[in-house]
């Protein structure tokens, strides 16, 4: 099945500093979507973003499918942002109605 | 309009019980999933259901079963619970059933003692 890796698995930054999240897949995908999970366990959709940029708020996604990586940008980091970001793929061929996740990325953002 | 809704949001059951865990998805959403989530892992697909049909199953064991009812809730059933059974469980709906997003709701977890 297609493989999801995520990187870096921990971040560490002080509130107001910059951050970048990747995510690389290993087939060709036809949904891509970035979560964040808070400290209660809600998954929260950021974006849905199969391929192109997409900006909400302080958050940005740019997903190159045809290099099969998408990353996450975090601006101006507050410490609400803490917590579990997650990427999920389902790819075109195979499996295509299933969500496959990668490990995430633990964000603590401190004040 | 309401999202996601699942019940019960907490659950605890010994070893050998029975459980069902219950789903209502976004209003006009015809597709239904199932996700286990253990402890520092991302969620791992176990069902899709879309207009009342299986299309989808992962690597579960049988001790799993789901269905999807008229209204398009659905149930997730698992018997002869384990320890390792212990997860947060989490449904998502999306509107159909091929590359739709998927938009999740808080998740019922279960503690298996």
């Known amino acids: 099945g297609i493989q999801v890796e995520q990187s870096p698995p921990d971040l560490i930054l002080q509130e107001g500093a910059n951050s970048t999240l990747r995510c690389n897949f290993s087939?060709?995908?036809?949904?891509l979507q970035w979560f964040h999970q808070n400290p209660w366990g809600q998954l929260i959709n950021l974006f849905y973003?199969?391929?192109g940029t997409k900006q909400n708020g302080r958050l940005s996604a740019t997903t190159v499918a045809t290099e099969r990586y998408s990353l996450l940008y975090i601006s101006s980091s507050q410490t609400t942002d803490s917590g579990v970001y997650f990427c999920?793929?389902?790819?075109?061929?195979?499996?295509?109605?299933?969500?496959?996740f990668g490990k995430g990325t633990l964000l603590t953002v401190n004040p | 309009d309401a999202g996601v809704t699942q019940s019960p949001t907490h659950l605890i059951k010994t070893r050998g019980q029975q459980v069902t865990l219950r789903c209502s998805p976004i209003s006009g959403h015809k597709s239904v999933s199932w996700y286990q989530q253990v402890l520092g892992q991302g969620p791992q697909f176990i069902f899709q259901?879309?207009?009342?049909?299986?299309?989808g199953r992962g690597n579960f064991p049988d001790r799993f079963s789901a269905r999807q009812f008229p209204n398009y809730s659905s149930e997730l059933n698992v018997n002869a619970l384990l320890l390792g059974d212990s997860a947060l469980y989490l449904c998502?709906?999306?509107?159909?059933?091929?590359?739709?997003?998927?938009?999740f709701g808080d998740g019922t977890r279960l503690s298996i003692l």
């Open positions: 999920a793929v389902l790819n075109s061929g195979g499996s295509n109605y299933k969500l496959t």
């Open positions: 998502a709906s999306s509107l159909g059933y091929f590359g739709q997003p998927q938009h």
């Open positions: 087939d060709s995908v036809n949904n």
């Open positions: 259901y879309y207009e009342k049909e299986e299309r």
């Open positions: 973003i199969p391929s």
